[in-house]
């Protein structure tokens, strides 16, 4: 199997999770959110394809890294070869963060049409949900490009069947907190 990539991984990155984290960009998105800080990945003919086993081997290889982060593009516009890596992540012992455009519930409805979407997710251990939009972005906020993104725990959220917002890095991810309790989304 392949997957469509932007760039090669990226390694040492400690803007996208926690500790230090090796990025796999994803290529192609159709969110066109205004203001993506990753537009050149949006087109699903760009960058190039490479076989996961490949990139598996790459990341078994890895050293000095706390875990896995997908973006991109939207990695959940390839569930299946995503899935598959973040599969391999987990087995050498780091943790699987994912940036998407969708919303966990977006992506729970989507999954029961495509199940690869569930198996996906089901790998993912923090997902930072939701379209990036430029009137709610801010540098202050830690891990996300606006504030209506989510950082979630993604077992703890499937396990309950609603979001629970998870605690990263001692930061409290929930200046949305309200608003999330409101909306009976927060645990």
């Given at each position: 199997m392949?997957i469509?990539?932007?760039?090669?991984?990226q390694?040492?990155?400690?803007v996208?999770?926690?500790?230090?984290?090796t990025?796999?960009w994803t290529?192609g998105?159709l969110?066109?959110c205004?203001g993506?800080?990753?537009?050149?990945?949006h087109?699903?003919?760009?960058?190039f394809?490479k076989?996961?086993?490949?990139?598996?081997e790459?990341i078994?290889e890895?050293e000095?890294?706390?875990?896995v982060?997908?973006?991109?593009?939207?990695p959940?516009?390839?569930?299946?070869a995503?899935?598959l890596?973040?599969r391999?992540?987990?087995k050498?012992k780091m943790?699987?963060?994912?940036?998407?455009?969708?919303t966990?519930?977006e992506?729970?409805?989507?999954?029961?049409k495509?199940p690869a979407?569930?198996?996906?997710?089901?790998?993912?251990?923090?997902?930072?949900d939701g379209r990036?939009?430029?009137?709610?972005?801010s540098?202050?906020?830690?891990?996300?490009?606006?504030?209506?993104?989510?950082?979630?725990?993604v077992?703890?959220?499937?396990?309950k069947?609603?979001v629970?917002?998870?605690?990263v890095?001692d930061?409290?991810?929930?200046?949305?907190?309200?608003?999330y309790?409101?909306?009976?989304?927060?645990?």
């Amino acid at each position: 199997m392949v997957i469509r990539l932007a760039s090669e991984l990226q390694l040492d990155s400690v803007v996208d999770g926690t500790g230090i984290r090796t990025v796999v960009w994803t290529q192609g998105c159709l969110h066109n959110c205004p203001g993506c800080h990753n537009p050149s990945t949006h087109d699903f003919d760009g960058g190039f394809e490479k076989d996961v086993d490949e990139m598996i081997e790459e990341i078994s290889e890895l050293e000095a890294q706390d875990g896995v982060t997908f973006s991109g593009g939207d990695p959940f516009y390839q569930p299946e070869a995503c899935a598959l890596i973040a599969r391999a992540v987990h087995k050498y012992k780091m943790d699987v963060w994912c940036y998407t455009g969708f919303t966990f519930e977006e992506l729970l409805d989507m999954s029961k049409k495509n199940p690869a979407i569930m198996d996906f997710l089901k790998q993912i251990d923090i997902l930072v949900d939701g379209r990036f939009i430029m009137a709610k972005h801010s540098y202050n906020l830690k891990f996300r490009g606006s504030s209506n993104q989510r950082i979630i725990d993604v077992k703890a959220s499937l396990k309950k069947q609603k979001v629970v917002i998870a605690m990263v890095d001692d930061v409290d991810t929930n200046s949305n907190r309200g608003r999330y309790e409101n909306m009976g989304l927060y645990v």
